[in-house]
């Protein structure tokens, strides 16, 4: 079973739930493209990070059924979900691995590959709406807008960028997905 990210719902509101996350580590790859095709291009290496491509070759299995042996290296299952957002460019896009509440900075592999960096995101508040559904891009944009209009309609502020967040493989049916849209906002 994939481990989950923690969080604790504070309360609900018309259109979002408002949501207290800890602070936790993630391994991020940027990539220039489009929506759909930034997550698959920054699959592959991100994943060969969590499969022992890192300085200590600890082997990490990716979310969905992992199928793992025995090697003698520690295995360390990923945290779902894989979180995208906008980067600070248009057509540029933060892709990351949330990884297990475990790990710290000090514990963390380093990755092999240069473009992959491991960081801490601090304890946020944020809103979050969930959906099931396909990974378009426009599935996404649809809850983002309403979830930018609910959070400032309940009185709250953005305060970071938009969030997309999978849970599942690309072989769960699509009706059964749990997406997630989430939006940090000012305390």
């Known amino acids: 079973m994939t481990e989950q990210q923690p ?8 259109g979002f739930e408002l949501r207290r996350y800890p602070a936790h580590l993630v ?9 759909a095709a930034a997550g698959t291009a ?18 990490m299995g990716a979310s969905g059924p992992v199928v793992q042996e025995a090697t003698g290296s520690e295995q360390i299952a990923m945290t779902a979900p894989v979180v995208q957002e906008e980067g600070d460019r248009p057509g540029n896009w933060l892709v990351w691995f949330v990884l297990p509440a475990r790990l710290s900075p000090a514990t963390v592999p380093e990755p092999e590959d240069p473009r992959i960096t491991v960081r801490e995101i601090p304890e946020q508040l944020a809103a979050a ?13 649809q809850r983002a807008t309403a979830l930018g209009r609910a959070v400032t309609d309940a009185g709250l502020t953005p305060s970071g960028a938009i969030r997309y967040a999978r849970y599942d493989p ?8 749990h997406n997630e849209v989430v939006l940090p906002v000012v305390e």
Not at 27 to 35: Q, V, Y
Not at 170 to 177: A, D, M, Q, S
């Open 129 to 141: 709406v969930r959906f099931a559904g396909r990974w378009t891009d426009r599935a996404f944009e």
């Open 7 to 14: 969080y604790r719902v504070l309360g609900r509101h018309p």
């Open 42 to 59: 920054a699959f592959r290496p991100l994943a060969a990070y969590l499969s022992g491509a890192n300085r200590s070759r600890r082997r």
């Open 170 to 177: 690309p072989w769960k049916p699509w009706f059964l997905r």
């Open 27 to 35: 391994a991020e790859l940027r990539i220039d493209g489009g929506f």
